[in-house]
């Protein structure tokens, strides 16, 4: 079973699952949340939501913390691969197939990035359109924006 809990921060209502110390989900107001979790704040929580704030807030540039992610093979790599990217920059889906070892995956990696369990921490809000266009995000274009600008600020 998960833990979560739900913070208001500047994005909206966020809520943090964990399982085991490890955090396993974020998810926005506007997406649906499993019934498989139970609320209850944890300490590894608290630390989750005090970094997501002091992100939001332009305070911090990295997190440290424990991830323990589901999915494919190719999702992992994936994600392990949007962890690299820096505070500030962006890259497109070619670059993050090509990082991945197939430049041919770029639709793949789409659907990889729309699969995150952890956005911002995992940041698929860096992937962009090969023509500098946003494109989809769990939370929605105006909250990728907003992230993408707060970045920006360095």
Not at 19 to 34: C, D, H, K, M
Not at 134 to 147: M, P, Q, R, V, Y
Request: some cysteine; overall charge neutral; proline content about 4%.
């Amino acid at each position: 079973m998960n833990n979560i809990f739900f913070y208001q921060t500047d994005i909206g209502e966020v809520g943090i699952a964990e399982n085991g110390g490890n955090i396993t989900n974020i998810f926005f107001a506007n997406e649906q949340i499993p019934r498989k979790n139970i609320v209850f704040e944890t300490d590894i929580l608290k630390e989750t939501a005090g970094q997501l704030q002091g992100y939001l807030a332009g305070e911090l540039k990295e997190f440290d913390l424990p991830l323990a992610l589901d999915g494919t093979e190719f999702m992992q790599r994936v994600w392990k691969s949007l962890l690299n990217i820096p505070y500030g920059e962006t890259r497109s889906y070619q670059q993050i197939a090509r990082s991945v070892g197939n430049i041919k995956a770029s639709r793949a990696v789409g659907h990889a990035c729309s699969r995150n369990p952890i956005p911002i921490i995992i940041p698929c809000h860096r992937v962009i359109g090969a023509n500098g266009r946003l494109t989809g995000f769990g939370g929605g274009l105006d909250i990728k924006s907003h992230l993408l600008e707060l970045e920006k600020k360095k």
